[in-house]
Every structure is written in C-alpha cells, then in structure tokens.
C-alpha cells in the first residue's frame, strides 16, 4: 500500500457536493460490509454488481482511490475468482477506512 493517510474527495472545497459526499461517506461503512458479506457467501455476482454501483458513487463524490478499489473488487467479481476479489476487498476495506478519516466530519 503507497499511501496510509486520509483519503479527501477533490470535491471538498465544493459547497455544491458537500451534500453528497456527506451522505455517501456516512453510508460507506455500511455498502462495505455488505460487500464483505457478498464476497464471503460467494455471490459474485452481486458483489460485482454492488462494486460498480459504489465506484460510480465513489467518482461522482470525488474519491477516485475509491472507486479505483471497487472496480478491482468488480473486476475479481466478474472473473469469480475469489482469491483475488477477497484481496481487492481487503485493500477497498481500508481505503473506505482512510476515506471516513478524511470526511471532515470524522474523527
């Protein structure tokens, strides 16, 4: 992993997203385990489906290592191969992680 510090949306400085982006990161933690929970009963196919959703929601709020990481998990997803899609989870885990530590509101 190159970077550990906090992931902030290019948006942040834009009053007009700041809606958005609240909404999308207090829901973030939630979309997560329900990816984590796809990927450990096998349901590939909604875990690449669920993937792409939050890399579109991921780029329309700014956060493009976001959505970098859930198309990873997509790509696996689609391949059905598990052994990757698990590591790409693992990696989006902590990206989500680093994003809620970069939303002004967390602490």
């Known amino acids: 992993m ?29 979309r997560v385990d329900e990816l984590q929970d796809l990927e450990a009963g096998g349901d590939f196919r909604s875990l690449e489906q669920r993937a792409a ?8 709020c700014g956060y493009l290592p976001l959505r970098r990481s859930a198309e990873e998990v997509g790509t696996a997803a689609q391949e059905r191969n ?4 698990h590591k790409a989870l693992v990696e989006l885990t902590d990206v989500a992680r680093r994003v809620r530590q970069g939303h002004r509101g967390a602490l």
Do not use: M, Q
């Not at 949306?9 to 973030?28: K, N, Q, R």
């Not at 959703?53 to 329309?60: G, I, K, M, V, W």
């Open 82 to 85: 598990g052994e990757i899609a």
């Open 53 to 60: 959703h939050l890399a579109t929601d991921a780029e329309r």
């Open 2 to 30: 190159a970077s550990t510090g906090p992931i902030h949306s290019c948006y942040d400085d834009d009053p007009e997203h700041t809606e958005a982006i609240d909404g999308f990161v207090l829901a973030l933690a939630e």
